[in-house]
């Protein structure tokens, strides 16, 4: 199968905002999951370079046009490979191939006698690239809500496309293909439009930049043919239009185009599939609109000025927040804008729900799974992998399911649907793993049982890490290096096949993917990682059986360093070596001890504690201490009375 997913090609008057990022990554995760599946994809972006306010940005800057976008599109072509953007084509209108295409495209137009040559007096808004009627704008200005600009006199000879006379049509194939546009609300809107009435498209402008009239056309002397004509064709361009027949062929009709609503009612539902009934070219399987991030309520956008979300400037800021790696920012970005919104709806960029999205889900359910599990392997297993084990139900169920659910998401760009599936099914993991607590079944010597659990658990995390992969495309590498599948062939319908984890293969070196952000402020309720206070004898009903008790994780660590959290009197920050890895943990314990007393010092942790944010400190376990007799004041912290390496399990 054939698969054709296109961005809309952007304007090289700025560089790209967070809002330009979203849909090339929306359509990357198109692109990469139909290429898991098998599928020939061709993902197509690329910058819209012949538009008037390109020239006015480059006379801004006082240089030609075409070095002006030369540099531009470098730039777009840079922040894709930052974040990691798998395109196949990148195509710049201004290339030789879009002028071939465009020319073409336009006088086919005119063979097929949907253009006429007339005159232009009317309105022109720069900045929209859009001719409005008088009554069409607000006092005197553009009448797009997010523009308002003042618009431009213009009188001149010009081409028009008769768009009027596929009203009906359009009408028809709207009505024959009910997922052919999508959201469905959207749908209702281009449908108004067109009832509306549809006035025909003046194509022509009197410019020397542009995409010279074919000189088949009368009165072509002098004319560039209308930017959002030259700008939609390219399209075809990279499907092979007009001189790579086979390539065509195959290609097209795309399978999606996507943008965000601003550009679909009027261009890509409307002139856009116009023009190629004119043509006699198929349509686009679908089109889909997204809706807009804004900022303060408006949309983010380059032309607005003011201090605007860029993608690079983000991820420092997540870097800097948490210690992760700029791959892992990448991929957190990436999760980010496609979980937090519906698509199709309008959605508020912030940084704090970014640092809020990356503990909670990517640090916590993601990265504790894989830094629980790996360990256990390394420390029980010698860091082998045991042997495959018949599929445990309550996790292959979920991992099946959520496959399904992503597989039915994707198709209709439901990705916060398709990625909270398989949170569930992450969630469904890590609860396998408490249940059958599997430090607990080491204590036990259940050997047996306890290479079905580790087995079963590094399984799920390959599925999570194929499931994850087109949106967190490095993060899967990461995780199936460190499981030890380095090379492996990840294929879409292995997702959730059971057992192909291979037994005996040796798990690579561990790193924490999502350092937990000091500053990432968590959903979680804050509460003190401390012993409580008054300890109440234990009723009968409080009893626990030996097998709760043996669910809790209790550790030697030894503490490496310790401060006091800022306007907390009565509490410290320690890191907490426990041999695999080091942990901070919040203690109430600082009116009992000075912090440099500490560091040395073994402590018995629980390891297994659910972390908590503490006055903005991520605190990932809790230290062992009790009130000292007489004086409810001080606090004992729990050591054992001879030397235990770092790490042992307490039991
Ligand atoms: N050049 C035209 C498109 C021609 S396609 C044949 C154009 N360019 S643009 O630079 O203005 O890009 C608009 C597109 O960028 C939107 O449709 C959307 O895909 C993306 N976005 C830019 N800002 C955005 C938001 N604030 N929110 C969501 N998407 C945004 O229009």
């Known amino acids: 199968m054939k698969f054709y997913v296109t961005t809309p090609i952007y304007y090289v008057n700025d560089v790209p905002t967070v809002g330009h990022a979203y849909t090339t990554i929306a359509c990357d995760v198109l692109a990469r999951y139909h290429r898991l599946r098998g599928d020939e994809v061709l993902f197509t972006t690329g910058t819209d370079e012949n538009a008037l306010k390109v020239v006015r940005a480059a006379e801004a800057q006082g240089i030609e046009p075409k070095p002006f976008a030369d540099d531009m599109a470098d730039r777009f072509r840079q922040e894709w490979r930052e974040l990691d953007i798998s395109y196949d084509d990148f195509i710049r209108t201004t290339e030789e191939r879009q002028h071939r295409a465009v020319q073409v495209f336009f006088d086919s137009l005119y063979r097929s006698g949907d253009l006429y040559v007339g005159k232009y007096e009317g309105w022109y808004c720069v900045s929209d690239e859009t001719y409005f009627r008088e009554e069409e704008l607000i006092e005197g200005r553009c009448p797009n809500p997010e523009c308002g600009k003042k618009v431009e006199w213009m009188s001149e000879p010009a081409h028009f496309f008769r768009l009027s006379k596929y009203e009906q049509a359009l009408l028809e194939q709207i009505g024959r293909d009910p997922g052919w546009l999508l959201p469905e609300f959207r749908k209702n809107e281009v449908v108004n439009f067109i009832r509306g009435g549809l006035r025909d498209v003046c194509i022509s402008r009197h410019s020397d930049w542009g995409i010279p009239m074919p000189s088949t056309v009368p009165d072509s002397e002098g004319a560039v043919i209308y930017v959002w004509v030259d700008a939609l064709v390219n399209y075809l361009t990279c499907a092979g239009y007009p001189d790579d027949r086979d390539r065509f062929e195959h290609y097209w009709p795309a399978d999606v185009h996507v943008m965000a609503k601003d550009i679909f009612v009027r261009f890509h539902a409307s002139m856009w599939p116009a023009m190629l009934m004119s043509a006699g070219l198929p349509l686009p399987k679908r089109i889909v609109a997204h809706g807009w991030w ?242 109440t004898s234990a009723g009968k009903e409080a009893m626990i059986s030996l097998k709760e008790f043996q669910k809790l994780e209790l550790r030697v660590g030894e503490i490496v360093s310790a401060e006091r959290v800022p306007n907390a009197d009565k509490l410290l920050k320690l890191s907490v070596d426990l041999g695999e890895e080091t942990r901070t943990m919040v203690a109430g314990i600082a009116l009992s001890y000075k912090p440099e007393e500490l560091v040395g010092r073994s402590v018995v942790v629980v390891a297994n504690l659910e972390p908590a944010t503490i006055r903005g400190v991520r605190s990932e376990g809790m230290i062992l201490a009790g009130w000292v007799e007489g004086d409810d004041q001080s606090i004992a912290i729990v050591t054992p009375d001879r030397p235990v390496p770092k790490g042992s399990v307490v039991s």
């Open 294 to 535: 804004t900022q303060g309520g408006e949309k983010i956008s380059k032309s607005r000025g003011g201090a605007v979300p860029r993608p690079g400037p983000v991820l420092e800021m997540l870097m800097e927040e948490t210690g992760c790696s700029r791959p892992r920012a990448v991929d957190a970005l990436r999760y980010y804008m496609l979980r937090q919104v519906p698509f199709g709806q309008d959605g508020e960029f912030t940084g704090e729900g970014l640092l809020i999205r990356y503990a909670d889900d990517l640090a916590n359910d993601l990265g504790n799974l894989l830094h629980r599990v790996l360990p256990m392997i390394r420390r029980y297993r010698q860091g082998l992998i045991p042997a495959p084990c018949q599929a445990e139900p309550e996790l292959h169920d979920a991992a099946k399911a959520a496959a399904g659910g992503w597989d039915k998401a994707v198709s209709t760009l439901d990705f916060r649907g398709g990625l909270e599936v398989i949170w569930e099914f992450l969630g469904a993991a890590n609860r396998y793993v408490d249940h059958k607590a599997p430090w607990a079944l080491a204590k036990s010597g259940d050997d047996a049982a306890l290479d079905r659990v580790l087995y079963a658990a590094a399984e799920a995390i390959r599925i999570a890490a194929c499931l994850v992969a087109p949106v967190m495309p490095s993060t899967s590498d990461e995780i199936e290096r460190q499981l030890g599948l380095e090379g492996w062939e990840r294929r879409w319908p292995q997702a959730s096949e059971w057992g192909l984890l291979p037994g005996g293969a040796t798990i690579g070196q561990s790193e924490r993917l999502f350092p937990r952000a000091d500053a990432a402020k968590s959903k979680a309720s804050p509460g003190e990682h401390t012993a409580p206070k008054s300890s």
